[in-house]
């Protein structure tokens, strides 16, 4: 499986990161470290997320950070990372 990132995923990953840096730029390395191994896991077993109520679009939680990561299975051999969203955060409906 490859991985594809839409737009808003990559610039969720860039908001995260401008966020943490300035409070702590240990803690941003690491949530971002744990993000990117939760897309790796993702890559390696696209099947093992939870299903949203969004047609066909999984959710990966990451517990320790609380962030969540919403993607689809694009066809056989990629996998989509959608949004990246911390649970703190009103819940993603999909339209925005």
């Known amino acids: 499986m490859s991985v594809r990132f ?3 995923a990559l610039s969720d990953l860039e908001d995260i990161a401008q966020y943490l840096e300035p409070r702590s730029p240990i803690g941003a390395r690491n949530v971002l ?14 099947h093992s997320a939870i299903e949203t109520s969004m047609a066909g679009i999984r959710v990966w939680i990451i517990g320790r950070y609380r962030y969540k990561i919403f993607y689809a299975l694009a066809d056989d051999r990629a996998v989509e990372i959608i949004h990246i969203r911390h649970t703190a955060r009103r819940p993603w409906l999909g339209a925005e």
């Open 6 to 8: 839409r737009e808003r």
């Open 33 to 46: 470290s744990a993000i990117h191994s939760a897309i790796e896991h993702i890559e390696r077993h696209p």
